[in-house]
Every structure is written in C-alpha cells, then in structure tokens.
C-alpha cells in the first residue's frame, strides 16, 4: 500500500509557482533584450528593460522567502547532502536514469517523508538554489546599478564580464528549468508531480 506524503507545505508551493512564473518572464523578456533589433522585437524595448527588471526584484524577494523557508522550517532538511556514500549513490542514481527507468526499474532512492529528493535531484537543487542564483540575482542587480561594477578586470570590461556571467549563467538555469519540467512528468502519471505542487501531497 502506498503511503501518502504532505512534503509541500503553502508556502513552498507559493514560493515555487511564483518563481516559476518569474522565471520564464525573466527568459522571455532577457531572450528579447539579447536578440531584439531595429526591425524587428519581440516587445518594445522599454517595456523588456522595465519588466525584466521588476521581475529580477520580486524573484530576489521571493528567493529570500525561500531561504527563509528553508531556514525555519523542516523543509530546509532536504537539501543536506550526506557525505558518506553519496558519489555512489549519484552513480547509481545516474545509471537509472540512463538504463533503468527505460526498463521499468523500481527507482533506488524512492520518496520518503525523510527523502524528498534523489541524490541527482538535490546536487541539481543545490546547484540551482544556492549557487546559480545568487550569481543571477547579484550580476543581475550590478547590471541595473553598473556603478557598482569594477570598470575594467585585466583590461576587460567590468560591464561585459558581468553580462557574459548574467547571461550564461541565466542559460544554464534555463536548461535546468526544461529538465526539471522534463523529469516532473515521469513520475506515477505524467500529471502527479504537477498535482504535488498544486495540493501538497506526494
């Protein structure tokens, strides 16, 4: 008998809609900015600068609520990375996703009300959340008030480093949304950890 898990508190689902909406705001307007010309935008100049801009402060304020979270409460437990044993248990995660779950494979780090996540999830989240976006967020803050950007870094421009940083950095999140979104369909039914993060209950 399978046994039903609360593992996303009201909070936590708030937080992970909203940044999600975020996000891809921040992608849209951040690929119209980048690639936009003269003669042709996806939306008015202006109007991308503007709302990137509040979009990248609200998903800072909403990034701080989910440190908070993590912080106060018990959910701040899954992303603890045990030491001993983990590069294996990586490996093994590594070759279900590979090998195993094509051949219908029980998965080996199953959901447990102490495990949320499998070892390749929470390098991944990890990753994500405590260091990918604090280097979006932080590049992406210098670019708005550049004058906190040292002019010159070996007689490169201190501007252009920080937007090559902010714009592969922003990349790399990206791929990790579209694989995040990937994997959220292969689970008991394509749509039940999309019904997790709406109800709370895995």
């Not at 937080?15 to 936009?36: C, E, K, M, P």
């Not at 437990?77 to 990586?90: C, E, Q, S, W």
């Not at 421009?157 to 959220?184: E, M, P, R």
């Amino acid at each position: 008998m399978e046994q039903k898990l609360y593992l996303y508190p009201v909070w936590l689902r708030i937080w992970h809609w909203a940044n999600a909406v975020l996000f891809l705001l921040l992608l849209f307007t951040g690929l119209s900015l980048q690639y936009s010309s003269v003669e042709f935008s996806f939306i008015d100049f202006d109007l991308a600068v503007t709302m990137h801009n509040v979009s990248g402060i609200v998903i800072t304020i909403a990034y701080f609520m989910f440190l908070f979270g993590n912080r106060f409460s018990s959910n701040g437990r899954f992303y603890k990375a045990k030491r001993k044993g983990y590069i294996l248990d990586l490996m093994v995660q590594i070759k279900y996703y590979i090998y195993g779950i094509f051949v219908h494979q029980k998965t080996p780090f199953p959901v447990t009300e102490n495990r949320k996540f499998n070892p390749l999830q929470k390098l991944s989240y990890v990753a994500s959340m405590y260091f990918l976006l604090p280097i979006l967020i932080l590049s992406g803050f210098a670019l708005i008030f550049p004058e906190m950007i040292i002019k010159n870094v070996f007689g490169v421009s201190g501007i252009h480093i920080t937007g090559l940083v902010h714009i592969t950095t922003g990349f790399a999140l990206s791929v990790f949304l579209f694989i995040h979104v990937y994997f959220c369909t292969i689970g008991k039914t394509p749509l039940s950890n999309f019904k997790s993060m709406i109800n709370g209950w895995h």
